[in-house]
């Protein structure tokens, strides 16, 4: 069973800050690795996708990897802006097998960005 | 483009009711899912259809149930609504299983 894991669950910088997010995965195949953003109380939007293929994405301010051999992705935001406060998502999509379908979500970095 | 629509937006109900929830993709898009998303977790897997059959079901009891429909759009039904059905409910379409995109979610209050 895909167990998804975010680290931290919660993180608060100033305003300029780099920082980096992270996502550990226990089942290494698969397909692709999604990042959203979630606002308070809204739905998801996609940030970066990145297919197994691939080692990185990059989006602007933000920058994602993938190691799937070890099960880790991060999420590299640089400058940050109090408009990027909000939680961050990352989900997998398994490679095979009956349930390759879905995705399996971590609960989130909740980042708050201070003026 | 419109994005994936879900209505309504908000619904209250009573244990015990059943409540309808709606979903329109993205034109093209043929694949559906559904998630449950209780706060402060991630989402949870339900459903998804492809071409109106359904490809998977996540650990739900059979009080939830979905279909969908010709033109793609989908609807997730949940029966005997308990307190624990309280969440936001989110619908997301995609292209051949790449990337998922997702709507705005109906937040669900069970009272």
């Known amino acids: 069973k895909q167990e998804v894991t975010q680290i931290p669950a919660a993180l608060s910088v100033p305003e300029g800050e780099n920082l980096v997010l992270n996502c550990s995965f226990t089942?290494?195949?698969?397909?692709?690795l999604q990042w959203f953003r979630q606002d308070p109380g809204k739905g998801l939007t996609s940030l970066l996708l990145?297919?197994?293929?691939?080692r990185e994405q990059t989006s602007g301010r933000l920058n994602a990897s993938l190691d799937k051999s070890s099960g880790r992705s991060t999420l590299y935001i640089a400058a940050s802006q109090p408009g990027d406060s909000a939680t961050y998502l990352c989900?997998?999509?398994?490679?095979?097998?009956?349930?390759?379908?879905?995705?399996?979500f971590g609960k989130g970095t909740l980042l708050t960005v201070n003026p | 483009d419109a994005g994936v629509t879900q209505s309504p937006t908000h619904l209250i109900k009573t244990r015990g009711q059943q409540v309808t929830l709606r979903c329109s993709p993205i034109?093209?898009?043929?694949?559906v899912s559904w998630y449950q998303q209780v706060l402060g977790q991630g989402p949870q897997f339900i459903f998804q259809?492809?071409?109106?059959?359904?490809?998977g079901r996540g650990n739900f009891p059979d009080r939830f149930s979905a279909r969908q429909f010709p033109n793609y759009s989908s609807e997730l039904n949940v029966n005997a609504l308990l307190l624990g059905d309280s969440a936001l409910y989110l619908c997301?379409?995609?292209?051949?299983?790449?990337?998922?995109?997702f709507g705005s979610g109906t937040r669900l209050t069970v009272v």
């Open positions: 997301a379409s995609s292209l051949a299983g790449y990337g998922y995109t």
């Open positions: 089942d290494s195949a698969i397909y692709n």
């Open positions: 990145i297919q197994s293929s691939q």
């Open positions: 989900a997998v999509r398994r490679n095979s097998g009956g349930s390759n379908y879905k995705l399996t």
């Open positions: 034109s093209g898009h043929k694949s």
């Open positions: 259809y492809y071409e109106k059959e359904e490809r």
